[in-house]
């Protein structure tokens, strides 16, 4: 089993900027995607980036040109830097990571962290 732990986010102004870091620990693992999910209320979960071991970035249209996902496969860590936030960019945060632990496949959730974009 991989564990994430994730850190950063806050209440922020809008056109304000945000950190978001989650570091995977485990056993004899490899991630092959990371990344990061956020659930608004009575909304479902939806992606907000992710990113390959080779460095392959995906986003969501919402949030291009303005977050920026990166990741130390050395440290097995990812982080999302959330510049301009919106207040339609509030909600709960979540990493995910999938790849192999002990070659047995795994898909991994943090336990969320709350952003909030307000005035």
């Known amino acids: 089993q991989v564990h994430l732990v994730e850190s950063g986010g806050g209440l922020v102004q809008p056109g304000g900027s945000l950190r978001l870091s989650c570091a995977a620990s485990g056993i004899a693992f490899s991630i092959n995607v990371m990344g990061w999910y956020r659930q608004a209320p009575g909304k479902q979960r939806e992606l907000v980036a992710d990113i390959t071991s080779g460095g392959h970035t995906n986003y969501a249209d919402s949030v291009k040109g303005r977050f920026t996902i990166s990741r130390d496969n050395a440290k097995s860590t990812v982080t999302l830097q959330m510049n301009n936030l919106k207040p339609e960019d509030t909600a709960v945060y979540y990493c995910?990571?999938?790849?192999?632990?002990?070659?047995?496949?795994?898909?991994?959730w943090g336990q969320g962290t709350q952003v909030t974009v307000s005035s």
């Open positions: 995910n990571a999938d790849g192999q632990a002990l070659r047995i496949p795994f898909v991994s």
